[in-house]
């Protein structure tokens, strides 16, 4: 059983900071990649960052040079720095973690940034 983790989403203003984390535990034995994905009310999910097991890293056009996506991988741990949010980024993000043959989703957490 893989369960993921997920802290760091809140409320912040426009321009602010936030940095989410989410740790994988459970019977893990090969990651491929873990990754950030959103949903805001009444659209479909999609893909924030994501970074493989060898370090290479992909963004959103949309979030690229405001955030920043990064682990530490012996605590299976990924994490999303997020700078100079803007209203547009508020949604639930999802931590994905893709291992063979299958991918897993943490409970979500809501990141809302007022104007």
């Known amino acids: 059983q893989v369960q993921l983790v997920e802290s760091g989403g809140g409320l912040v203003q426009a321009g602010g900071s936030l940095r989410l984390s989410c740790t994988a535990s459970g019977s893990i034995f090969s990651i491929n990649a873990m990754g950030w994905y959103r949903q805001a009310p009444g659209k479909q999910r999609e893909l924030v960052a994501v970074?493989?097991?060898?370090?290479?890293?992909n963004y959103r056009d949309s979030v690229k040079g405001r955030f920043t996506i990064f682990r530490d991988n012996a605590k299976n741990t990924v994490y999303l720095q997020m700078n100079s949010l803007k209203p547009e980024d508020t949604a639930v993000y999802y931590c994905?973690?893709?291992?063979?043959?299958?991918?897993?989703w943490g409970q979500g957490t809501q990141v809302t940034v007022s104007s």
């Open positions: 970074i493989t097991s060898g370090g290479s890293t």
């Open positions: 994905n973690l893709a291992v063979p043959l299958r991918a897993y």
